[in-house]
Nanobody
Framework: QVQLVESGGGLVQTGESLRLSCEVS????????MAWYRQPPGKERSVVAT???????NYQGAEPGRFTITRDDAKKSVALQMNNLKSEDTAVYYC?????????????????WGQGTQVTVSS
């Protein structure tokens, strides 16, 4: 069974930093594209950043220079470094990944979500 587990969220002050981590567990054959999404209070979930198999990062929903997404395929993990945090960054952050795994006597590729981790930025 494939699971994504986020960690690293918490309560910080404006201008501080946080590093979110997401570890993927299970009978994994390959990790595809990975991403971080966030859902602010009362709003819809939206993408923050994505990173491809080759490590190419895109920051579709993040202010350039403040967030950095990285992946470590050996550790089956993806991280999001967030600097100079602002109150508008307050949200539940979700890890997302395309995962190929062995199950039911065959290879399967599915998209998985983590359970989310709360980030609260207080001014």
């Amino acid at each position: 069974q494939v699971q994504l587990v986020e960690s690293g969220g918490g309560l910080v002050q404006t201008g501080e930093s946080l590093r979110l981590s997401c570890e993927v567990s299970g009978s994994i054959t390959m990790l595809g594209s990975m991403a971080w999404y966030r859902q602010p209070p009362g709003k819809e979930r939206s993408v923050v950043a994505t990173i491809s198999i080759g490590g190419r990062a895109n920051y579709q929903g993040a202010e350039p220079g403040r967030f950095t997404i990285t992946r470590d395929d050996a550790k089956k993990s993806v991280a999001l470094q967030m600097n100079n945090l602002k109150s508008e960054d307050t949200a539940v952050y979700y890890c997302n990944a395309d995962v190929t795994y062995w199950g039911n006597s065959r290879y399967n590729t599915e998209n998985f979500w983590g359970q989310g981790t709360q980030v609260t930025v207080s001014s």
